[in-house]
């Protein structure tokens, strides 16, 4: 039986109201979530970001939500994350992470909101205990396979990770839609700040987790028995999904930062009365 450990919680206050910062011990290592507490029978909800951000990929969405009790995640290496004991962790390992974190908060069903990587592992953890999750948004969620050619491309840009601020610049394109960059050159910023904490070895243990080793998630997709609709944006790199209901609107891959007020309306509505 796993045992966990949770550390005196920091009182983290970069937004209007205050949340609490806890650590909580899971197989991958000590993770990072940050609780906005709400007295209410609601469902509560737990929002997971994607490669090279952080929690604060949500504050836009978060401070507009203050009827239920709103946990956002750290995800391995990233933002508060940092002790990180597992050396070969994968997005399986991530999924199992998800749901420790449930069972420490004795959270028996959530509505869980994610972005790329954060979609990602919600949609395994879904698959595998449906009845924790009442609901869940997917935002900007890969869901293919990546090729050998695309494998080979990262492999080949890992080598401009000495490069730092190229390799940053690089990034944002995938990232961020053209458009989008050139409505609001700030979205560049807004990735430095929790890039620049990632060493080069934790970039590429990231990347062989999420992108080279991900396998195909097309049946989970299609075999989905909980409520769910995704988010994509009409630059983004990912496909359409098929079988659940999509949404596209106007940016690239980072929907939260690139259209937040939209993303905001698209989970209120999806979650009313739940």
Not at 31 to 44: G, Q, R, S, V
Not at 108 to 127: E, F, Y
């Given at each position: 039986?796993?045992?966990?450990?949770?550390?005196?919680?920091?009182?983290?206050?970069?937004?209007?109201?205050?949340?609490?910062?806890?650590?909580?011990?899971?197989?991958?290592?000590?993770?990072?979530?940050?609780?906005?507490e709400?007295?209410?029978?609601?469902?509560?909800?737990?929002?997971?970001?994607?490669?090279?951000?952080?929690?604060?990929?949500?504050?836009?969405?978060?401070?507009?939500?203050?009827?239920?009790?709103?946990?956002?995640?750290?995800?391995?290496?990233?933002?508060?994350?940092?002790?990180?004991?597992?050396?070969?962790?994968?997005?399986?390992d991530?999924?199992?992470?998800?749901?420790?974190?449930?069972?420490?908060?004795?959270?028996?069903?959530v509505?869980?909101?994610?972005?790329?990587?954060?979609?990602?592992?919600?949609?395994?953890?879904?698959?595998?205990?449906?009845?924790?999750?009442?609901?869940?948004v997917?935002?900007?969620?890969?869901?293919?396979?990546?090729?050998?050619?695309?494998?080979?491309?990262?492999?080949?840009?890992?080598?401009?990770?000495?490069?730092?601020?190229?390799?940053?610049?690089?990034?944002?394109?995938?990232?961020?839609?053209?458009?989008?960059?050139?409505?609001?050159?700030?979205?560049?910023?807004?990735?430095?700040?929790?890039?620049?904490?990632?060493?080069?070895?934790?970039?590429?243990q990231?990347d062989?987790?999420?992108?080279?080793?991900a396998?195909?998630?097309?049946?989970?997709?299609?075999?989905?028995?909980?409520?769910?609709?995704?988010?994509?944006?009409?630059?983004?790199?990912?496909?359409?999904?098929?079988?659940?209901?999509?949404?596209?609107?106007?940016?690239?891959?980072?929907?939260?930062?690139?259209?937040?007020?939209?993303?905001?309306?698209?989970?209120?509505?999806?979650?009313?009365?739940?």
């Amino acid at each position: 039986m796993k045992s966990y450990l949770l550390i005196a919680p920091i009182l983290f206050s970069s937004m209007s109201n205050p949340a609490q910062i806890n650590y909580i011990q899971t197989n991958i290592g000590k993770i990072a979530i940050h609780k906005m507490e709400n007295k209410t029978d609601k469902l509560p909800i737990i929002m997971l970001h994607g490669v090279y951000f952080d929690h604060h990929l949500w504050d836009e969405q978060v401070k507009h939500i203050d009827d239920r009790t709103i946990i956002t995640i750290d995800m391995p290496f990233h933002g508060k994350s940092r002790e990180i004991t597992k050396p070969d962790w994968s997005l399986n390992d991530c999924v199992d992470m998800l749901i420790e974190i449930l069972d420490h908060l004795q959270i028996p069903k959530v509505i869980a909101v994610g972005h790329s990587w954060g979609s990602m592992t919600i949609l395994r953890a879904a698959n595998k205990q449906p009845e924790r999750f009442s609901s869940i948004v997917l935002c900007n969620m890969p869901f293919l396979a990546a090729s050998k050619k695309n494998k080979l491309a990262i492999r080949l840009q890992h080598s401009m990770l000495v490069f730092r601020n190229f390799y940053t610049k690089q990034a944002a394109k995938a990232l961020f839609g053209a458009t989008s960059i050139n409505k609001n050159p700030k979205l560049i910023e807004m990735l430095k700040r929790p890039m620049s904490i990632l060493s080069n070895s934790q970039i590429k243990q990231t990347d062989k987790a999420v992108i080279i080793n991900a396998e195909d998630a097309t049946r989970l997709i299609n075999n989905l028995k909980v409520k769910t609709i995704a988010i994509k944006g009409k630059e983004d790199y990912v496909p359409i999904p098929q079988n659940i209901k999509i949404l596209e609107i106007e940016g690239g891959h980072s929907s939260p930062l690139e259209n937040p007020t939209m993303v905001l309306n698209v989970i209120k509505d999806f979650i009313t009365f739940r």
